[in-house]
């Protein structure tokens, strides 16, 4: 995990860190804006992310707006994935 006070800003997302793993829980908008921080400042300490490998788990309502505002980041948009051991959304 890094410190950077851009990322900490806890009133806007949730975040988990599991050894280099991220995740980030929040509204559309601002995991998308964690997402562009954590692609800007990340590299500044040593932590690339790679949105191409990651999930975005969302309810099947939001998939289309999902996909539309992630696409510059070809972030993978499903109704259901694994986490930490567990699931998370629809099978």
Known sequence: VFDCAELNNT???TQNWYADDSSCQSDLESILVWLQLLVKEGPKYGYYPSPEKSYLVVHPNFV????TLFADFKVNVVT???????FIGDF
Request: proline share 0%.
């Open 64 to 67: 289309e707006k999902a996909q």
């Open 80 to 86: 259901g994935f694994r986490f930490l051991g567990g």
């Open 11 to 13: 009133s806007a997302w």
